[in-house]
């Protein structure tokens, strides 16, 4: 079905750590995920993505890991700055007449100074 | 990629009012979406929109609303008879080509007292 979620609501961390936001989803089918950041007051920003012929992929600073054997998807980010806390939401699109993208809940990030 | 810009960035409305929210992507793109987001929770697909018609709608998507794009640029939203339950971020977005990232607006955040 339609389902992408999160298992943790909010996640801290130190400045300079690495970030590990996960996300299960449900919808086999599925063959494109995305990551998408929002700050406050903003919509959501695109960070990366990665279809399902992949299981990993890298950008600067962010890595997207996807295991399709359990369904599960996960966001790092290395060497946490302050400018990284926000809200992060996984997500996937699934067709149905048309491309929508599914979000899921959102994991708040806090970066420690 | 540049994002879209959405007007009114606030609107306060009475109950049973009408409101018209605007979007204005890139011109040449085609593939354009609404979503919301309650204050608090994730953001909801509403309605996808390519080529001059609705591609895909979701439930919340009922018949007090409706999208066009009158004069191939402007890209509306429009809510009839708005419900207090209507209160939310509403958000514009486009893909330059099918099961892309989206880019989103900034939103406009819709407030029915």
């Known amino acids: 079905g339609e389902s992408v979620g999160l298992h943790l609501p909010t996640l801290s961390v130190q400045e300079g750590d690495n970030s590990i936001i996960n996300c299960a989803y449900s919808?086999?089918?599925?063959?494109?995920f995305i990551w998408y950041k929002q700050e406050s007051g903003k919509g959501p920003q695109f960070i990366i993505d990665?279809?399902?012929?992949?299981d990993k992929r890298q950008g600067q600073r962010v890595t997207v890991l996807l295991n399709k054997t359990v369904k599960h998807l996960s966001l790092q980010i290395a060497a946490t700055q302050p400018g990284d806390s926000a809200v992060y939401f996984c997500?996937?699109?699934?067709?149905?007449?048309?491309?929508?993208?599914?979000f899921g809940a959102g994991t708040r990030l806090f970066v420690k100074a | 990629e540049p994002e879209v810009t959405q007007t009114p960035s606030h609107q306060v409305t009475q109950m049973g009012q009408e409101v018209i929210l605007r979007c204005v992507p890139i011109?040449?793109?085609?593939?354009f979406y609404w979503y919301r987001q309650i204050l608090g929770q994730k953001v909801e697909f509403l309605v996808s929109?390519?080529?001059?018609?609705?591609?895909?709608k979701s439930e919340i998507f009922d018949d007090q609303f409706s999208v066009e794009r009158p004069d191939g640029s402007n890209f509306t939203l429009k809510i009839r008879s708005t419900k207090l339950e209507d209160s939310a971020m509403y958000f514009c977005?486009?893909?330059?080509?099918?099961?892309?990232?989206?880019?989103f607006g900034q939103g406009t955040r819709l407030t029915v007292v």
């Open positions: 977005a486009r893909t330059a080509v099918m099961n892309t990232e989206a880019f």
């Open positions: 919808n086999s089918a599925s063959d494109y």
């Open positions: 011109s040449n793109h085609l593939y």
């Open positions: 997500a996937e699109n699934i067709y149905g007449g048309g491309f929508k993208t599914i």
């Open positions: 929109f390519y080529n001059n018609e609705i591609s895909e």
């Open positions: 990665i279809r399902s012929n992949m």
